[in-house]
Nanobody, 130 residues
Framework: VQLQASGGGLVEAGGSLRLSCTAS????????IGWFRQAPGKGREGVST????????YYAESVKGRFTISRNRAENTVYLQMNSLRPEDTADYYC????????????????????????WGQGTLVTVSS
């Protein structure tokens, strides 16, 4: 599966953006999809995941209540709606596809599991100004 991430941009603190992760070559239905981010000088961290089977969602503590992940099967796309953005949300954002049996919460909590991703989209830059 090939992934295309898009939707990043420059926004003021308190603003919103919606990121898209669109698949080609395969349906996203068979995968757990995760959003990750990497800020300058920092490691890549898990932000949110949505499972393939029951659509269970998981979020990093830092984004709970502000970000919402969703899946549109007809469009073969996973979205990340980001509200109440903060300067510390500034980062390159990536989406990735994992085998469906991996637990979305574990993918966020354990950075080592990122190596199990089957495919990564290119980064989309989100910049939040103060």
């Amino acid at each position: 599966v090939q992934l295309q991430a898009s939707g990043g941009g420059l926004v003021e603190a308190g603003g919103s953006l919606r990121l898209s992760c669109t698949a080609s070559g395969s349906t996203l239905d068979a995968y757990t999809i995760g959003w990750f981010r990497q800020a300058p000088g920092k490691g890549r961290e898990g932000v949110s995941t949505i499972s393939d089977s029951d659509g269970s969602t998981y979020y990093a503590e830092s984004v709970k209540g502000r970000f919402t992940i969703s899946r549109n099967r007809a469009e073969n796309t996973v979205y990340l709606q980001m509200n109440s953005l903060r300067p510390e949300d500034t980062a390159d954002y990536y989406c990735a596809a994992f085998p469906g049996h991996y637990h979305g919460g574990s993918i966020i909590a354990r950075p080592s599991l990122q190596t199990l991703a089957l495919s990564w989209g290119q980064g989309t830059l989100v910049t939040v100004s103060s």
